[in-house]
Each structure stands twice: as C-alpha cells, then as structure tokens.
C-alpha cells in the first residue's frame, strides 16, 4: 500500500487554470511587447512565490515591467543586488501562444544562480515537472510494486514437496494429465532419481536374500 501511494504521489501532476483570463489576454501572449504577459498570468498560481525578483521590482520601483517601462539597465542594477526567487521565461524552447516554458531559480545576483523547478504553460494550464528526485522515487516504487506481485502469483503456483523440493503446481497437474490411465508410471509425487535409488535398493535386498 505504501509503494502504491508512493508511485501516485511521485507521478501525478497537480494544475492550475483561469479560463477566463488566459481567454481575455490570449491574443498578446506572443507579442515581443507583452512578454512578461505570461509571468503575470503565473503569478496567479499557487506555485508563484512573492518574495521573487518580479515583486521586488514592483515594491522597490512601484511598478512592474509588463509594458516595459522600466529600462533593460535599471533591471540589470537591480538585479546584482537581488538574493531570492527568480522566474524566468525560457523563449528557446516556448513555443507562443500556446506552451512556455518557466523556471523557478535560486539566484545570488549575477554570482550564482540554482535551478529550483520548471512550469509548463500548455493553452492555459500550468504544470510542474517532476523533479530528479521525484521521478526516481516513483520508478523504485514501481519496481518494488510490480516485484511484489510477481512474487505473490509465483508463490500461489509453488509447493513444496520433501523429495523434490519446491514444484510447479501447473507443471504437476500437467503430469498428473499425461499419466492418467496407466499405472505403471512412476506416482508424480516421487522424482525419477528417487525412484532409481528405491529400485536398487529393493534389488540389493532381493539379492542378499537369495544367497541365504
């Protein structure tokens, strides 16, 4: 049960969506001048963080960039001091209006910088992908979980028997099959070499009998 709900946590996806806004605003979202249009339809998420570089902008400045008033130098100024969440847009794999792709950094000005998550917008809803760390806790529990079952139905086809060890039930009844009807067949129960060792013991009995 725990590897169950372990490889349901590890592989769904949770979203978020406003129709009506992605509706409303649609038309802009590939426009070069509305670029931070999209980061501002993110933000309405739950996975949007307002300490982040954008709203430092608008708490330091007064305003947000989405119509681009402030210049490409004053953001750059602000940035080398900034420590903290950064969203960005990745315009080399987005594909507008349609997906984009956004990533969730750790940075320390122009110093440093840490990828902390990615988001996919897809038509209006936003997905985030699966971490590393995620992604493998999943595959073990499907390992574990699919290893499990393999051993539950081997162990419903197995048996154990004191000459033969553990035996296929399958592999029995098939036997049990081919040898209906005739009774002179060794009893599936016993193993050939077991057998063997039965009839020459009998015969060595049957021998020193005779010499009395």
């Known amino acids: 049960m725990e590897d169950e709900e372990l490889l349901a946590d590890g592989l769904s996806t949770k979203f978020f969506s406003n129709n009506q806004y992605w509706t409303a605003n649609f038309p802009f979202f590939d ?6 249009l999209i980061l501002a ?12 570089f954008r709203e430092y902008i608008v708490n330091t400045v007064g305003v947000d960039n989405m119509a681009g008033q402030i210049s490409e130098d004053r953001l750059q100024a602000l940035f080398a001091s900034f420590k903290g969440i950064h969203f960005t847009v990745d315009w080399e794999v ?17 110093i440093s910088s840490t990828l902390k998550a990615i988001y996919y917008v897809a038509d209006g809803f936003i997905f985030q992908a699966p971490s590393a760390h995620d992604f493998s806790l999943a ?4 390992f574990r979980h699919h290893a499990t079952e393999a051993q539950a139905a081997l162990s419903t086809d197995q048996e154990w028997d004191p000459l033969e060890g553990f035996t296929s039930k399958a592999e029995r009844k098939a036997a049990l099959s081919n040898q209906e009807g005739d009774s002179r ?12 060792k039965f009839v020459h013991t009998q015969s ?9």
């Open 31 to 36: 426009k070069p001048e509305h670029k931070d």
């Open 94 to 110: 987005s594909k507008p209006p349609h997906f984009f792709v956004i990533r969730k950094e750790l940075v320390n000005g122009k």
């Open 204 to 212: 060595q009995k049957n021998f020193k009998n005779s010499q009395k």
């Open 139 to 142: 595959r073990i529990a499907a």
């Open 185 to 196: 067949l060794i009893p599936t129960f016993i193993s050939q070499t077991a057998f063997q």
């Open 41 to 52: 339809y993110f933000s309405q998420s739950h996975w949007y963080d307002r300490a982040c």
